[in-house]
């Protein structure tokens, strides 16, 4: 069952503003506008990315008017019918190309993994952002970008490349990361996929939580505690909607109401219609299909909004990307984040002396962590899956994302000691541990694995003392992370796990190098060797 919701504008939602922001932070207000290019540019846009003017349809969306909108759509709608009409030189006349990060970075081939890692950090580094007439929101601090055609800063990508920045003792910058996050939060009301007006429907997978951990690590409680507000409003984000869920309208926004009044979380994205980064391929998706456009939209955004965009797990069909239905489905490590987000905002407020809040996140962690179990733990194969809600079932489609239970301590021991030996009989391969086990073409299928697959899976094992098969696999990832980069001078983006004699993995775009995530979680992995 699907909620009909109107497109809103999520700035119009925005909430105040740190009542303490700097001046850097005033300065990087965002900018009125904030409308997607497909609303601002209308049939330019449709245009533009229908016709592959650029290889990547990215690169339009991020890059920067020359003129004001009104003018270049004036100037399009006169010029675009006459006979020697040049839409490439009419885009590039009226608009910046952005350039891609990290991709001309030359390695030195002297140095080793950790060494190129720590030489890229600058190189990845952006500095606060003033407003312009983009689609880039302006952030108050520096951050680091993943690198490739990913030029701004990305929510779930960023907790990852903070294992290594944490590693390599950049406190301001991990700081940095933590507060622009945390000004997102204010300011939007959540922190979007990216700090673009494109990615305003959505969010991606939580890890602010895990952010402030890491800051607290570094730091201490009392640099963590100041994000206690910021932490609630991000559970208010993922849990509105609640209180307006019945058996009648079992489903809004990002929660689902199950039997008995369980609540549990989806993903979502308000406006359903193609993504403007990947609107052609969303129009090719949609096209000749008996299912309603603006579902598939709809799944396909909210399929982004998960990270894995996209995988087998969203898929009716695993051949087929119009079957995709992100929206019907319970997410495993979604819910996991979110049990993980209630406990710290329950630790962090008895903390603050705030008994009754303390009392009343305890109680709705606990109350998760059962749910899940309830829902999405499968005693027969012995592994943690996405529950499918329309049909009442797990969805039957093994991936790592069942592995967050066990990095976040949902598992009990036998259950962590089954799913170990799932992970060891079906998942571990020459180069690490495959995404899911369906060859399908999408990039979140086999044979890729990704960096942050491999962290959570070797922490969740170690979790529970399965340190022999977690040290395997960290051997496996790390000597694939080295033999790419041995080839190539780079680190890549994800990585064929299966056929080592390949330097990437595929999916859905060309690999992109960099590539924060790797960079985090690879020199973690170093890191841990030499103590």
């Known amino acids: ?37 497909d609303e601002i ?21 991020d890059c ?3 003129f004001p909108a009104d003018t270049i759509m004036a100037r399009y709608t006169a010029a675009r019918n006459a006979a020697d009409f040049d839409l490439k030189a009419f885009v590039a006349e009226h608009f910046d190309i952005p350039q891609s990060g990290a991709s001309d970075f030359v390695s030195n081939p002297k140095h080793s993994p950790a060494e190129h890692i720590n030489a890229l950090w600058e190189v990845l580094t952006r500095r606060p952002d003033q407003a312009q007439a983009g689609t880039l929101i302006p952030l108050p601090h520096p951050f680091i970008v993943p690198g490739g055609r990913f030029r701004e800063v990305y929510y779930w990508d960023s907790y990852f490349t903070l294992l290594g920045l944490q590693d390599a003792g950049q406190k301001e910058m991990v700081r940095h990361i933590a507060d622009n996050f945390a000004y997102l939060i204010d300011t939007i009301g959540f922190v979007p996929n990216g700090n673009r007006t494109y990615y305003l429907g959505r969010s991606q997978p939580p890890f602010f939580s895990m952010i402030v951990r890491i800051v607290e690590e570094m730091e201490g409680q009392e640099a963590a505690l100041k994000y206690l507000p910021q932490l609630v409003r991000e559970y208010d984000f993922w849990m509105e909607g609640q209180k307006r869920l019945s058996e009648q309208n079992p ?9 008995d009044g369980i609540v549990l979380n989806r993903h979502w994205d308000d406006q359903p219609r193609p993504r403007p980064e990947s609107y052609r391929e969303d129009l090719e998706t949609a096209q000749n299909n008996a299912r309603e456009s603006q579902a598939i939209y709809t799944d396909l955004r909210a399929g982004a909004e998960s990270g894995w965009d996209f995988s087998s797990r969203w898929l009716e069909d695993p051949m087929d990307l119009a079957t995709i239905r992100t929206t019907d489905i319970i997410p495993v490590d979604l819910n996991a984040l979110l049990f993980h987000l209630e406990s710290i905002i329950a630790e962090y ?8 809040q303390a009392a009343r996140f305890e109680q709705l962690a606990a109350e998760r962590k059962a749910h899940i179990v309830r829902y999405c733990w499968d005693e027969t194969s012995g592994f943690f899956y996405d529950y499918d809600f329309e049909n009442k079932r797990h969805t039957g489609v093994p991936s790592l994302a069942g592995m967050y239970p066990l990095f976040f301590k949902v598992a009990d021991q036998k259950q962590a000691e089954a799913c170990a030996k799932v992970i060891q009989r079906d998942f571990l391969k020459p180069g690490g541990v495959v995404t899911t086990l369906t060859q399908t073409g999408q990039q979140w299928d086999a044979p890729n694995g990704w960096a942050p697959l491999q962290w959570i899976t070797i922490q969740g094992l170690r979790q529970y003392g399965q340190t022999a098969l977690a040290d395997d696999i960290r051997n496996r990832w790390v000597a694939l992370n080295e033999k790419v980069y ?3 001078g780079k680190m890549v983006e994800k990585y064929n796990v299966m056929d080592m004699t390949l330097d990437a993995g595929g999916g859905e775009y060309p690999v992109q190098d960099g590539f924060g995530w790797t960079n985090g979680v690879l020199l973690r992995l170093l890191t841990e060797e030499k103590k």
């Open 1 to 37: 069952m699907r909620t009909n919701l109107f497109p809103i504008t999520l700035f119009a939602l925005a909430l105040a503003a740190f009542s303490c922001r700097t001046e850097t932070e005033k300065t990087a207000q965002a900018s009125p506008d904030r409308r997607s290019p």
């Open 41 to 61: 540019y209308g049939e330019l846009f449709h245009a533009v990315q229908t016709s592959s003017v650029f290889p990547d349809g990215k690169t339009f969306v």
């Open 64 to 66: 920067s008017p020359k």
């Open 251 to 259: 489903t809004h926004r990002r929660v689902v109401r199950l039997a």
């Open 349 to 356: 407020a008895r903390l603050a002396g705030k008994t009754d």
């Open 486 to 488: 041995r080839n190539t």
